[in-house]
C-alpha cells in the first residue's frame, strides 16, 4: 500500500490572525472549503492548517490530486466566522522546507 502524497499550500490571509484565534479561524476555513468544493471532494482533499508563519500568513496541507481545488475554493472564499476575508496563494511545493525556501 503507497502512502498518501501531500502539497503544501503557502497563503497570505488578507487580515492579520492573532495566537488566540487560530484555532478558530483554522475552523472557520474548513468549513468555508467545504461549502466552496463539497463535501466529497472535501474528503478527497482533506485540507489542514498546518503552520502559521506570521499573523497573515499560514501553511495548508492538502492531498496532491486535491491541491487545484483548494486553490481555486481559497479564490472564492469572502467570509469566515462573520469577518471579511479573502486570500493569496503564495506558491505550493511537496514539502515545507522547499515552500519556506521558495518563498523566501
Known amino acids: ?8 499550500i503557502a497563503v497570505e ?6 495566537e488566540p484565534e487560530r484555532d478558530d479561524f483554522a475552523t472557520g476555513l474548513r468549513i468555508a ?4 468544493i463539497g463535501e ?3 474528503h478527497m482533499v482533506n ?9 497573515n500568513t499560514f501553511i495548508l496541507r492538502t492531498s496532491l ?3 487545484g481545488h483548494v486553490i481555486a ?7 469566515i466566522g ?4 479573502y486570500f493569496y496563494t503564495l506558491g505550493a511545493s511537496g514539502t515545507i522546507k522547499a515552500l519556506k525556501k521558495k518563498r523566501m
Open 33 to 36: 472549503l467545504m461549502r466552496c
Open 65 to 67: 490530486a486535491g491541491c
Open 82 to 85: 462573520g469577518r471579511d476575508a
Open 13 to 18: 490571509s488578507g487580515h492579520a490572525v492573532t
Open 40 to 42: 466529497s471532494n472535501f
Open 1 to 8: 500500500m503507497m502512502r498518501e502524497k501531500h502539497r503544501y
Open 73 to 79: 475554493a481559497l479564490a472564492l472564499i469572502k467570509r
Open 47 to 55: 485540507p489542514r492548517v498546518v503552520e502559521f508563519l506570521n499573523d
